[in-house]
């Protein structure tokens, strides 16, 4: 099961709206649906709410040591606890999947997101859990620093609040180690296409109205 649910950002008012902070805004997310409250925990360097889930304890993690240094975070608080790798859960933003849709992974190369590189390296291993949710890509990698430090347009924040709601059905899931339940119900949130026009057997004009 995932004991620890970390999501990734940097601290501060200037980057609370900002692409990087996708993974606090998930965590965000399910502390208000959980009706939990943050607090600071200098002893983990980061923002810490617990849950009991099934009778067993469920930790949420906003590291507050800016993203370069969120190894430090996840790894005091995991070891302290006796957390392994395989029961940690990071949210974070991926510039390789479109805003509105979500990828939920084990293990893997941090693909020089720099948050993830120093959680590799603090665990000592890259056997945790992602929740990859999808900023886009500038297009241009030279302007990658730039694109994850600004705000999203609002139809790109809004299509991101909506994968971060549709990815939340997933925490029971999630916290009952049913992870291929997890995955399916991750990979297959997307949102809805629209329905083509309607028209009448071998009708060639107009389309029919819904």
């Known amino acids: 099961m995932i004991k620890l649910f970390v999501g990734l ?3 501060g008012p200037e980057y609370e709206a900002t692409r990087h902070n996708a993974g606090f805004w998930w965590i965000d997310a399910l502390a208000r649906e959980r009706k939990l409250t943050l607090a600071p925990e200098r002893s983990y360097h980061g923002l810490v709410a617990r849950m009991q889930v099934g009778g067993q304890p469920v930790w949420l993690l906003e ?3 800016f993203m370069n240094l969120s190894g430090k975070s996840v790894a005091a608080l995991a070891r302290f606890f006796k957390i392994e790798p395989c029961e940690i859960l990071v949210v974070h933003d991926e510039l390789d999947v479109v805003p509105g849709q979500a990828k939920l992974k084990r293990g893997g190369s941090h693909a020089g997101h720099n948050g993830l590189r120093d959680i590799h390296a603090q665990l000592g291993t890259d056997d945790y859990w992602r929740l990859r949710l999808g900023i886009g890509h500038p297009g241009v ?3 990658v620093i730039g ?5 999203p347009l609002k139809e790109q924040r809004d299509a991101i609040d909506d994968a971060i709601a549709r990815t939340l059905h997933a925490f029971p899931a999630l916290v009952a180690g049913e992870m291929d339940k997890a995955t399916l119900l991750i ?3 997307k949102p809805p296409r629209p329905k083509p026009p309607r028209r009448e057997p071998g009708e060639g004009g107009p389309p029919a109205p819904a």
């Open 141 to 143: 990698r030279s302007e």
């Open 63 to 65: 590291p507050q040591t």
């Open 9 to 11: 950002g940097n601290p």
């Open 147 to 151: 694109w994850v430090l600004k705000k």
């Open 187 to 189: 990979h297959t949130s």
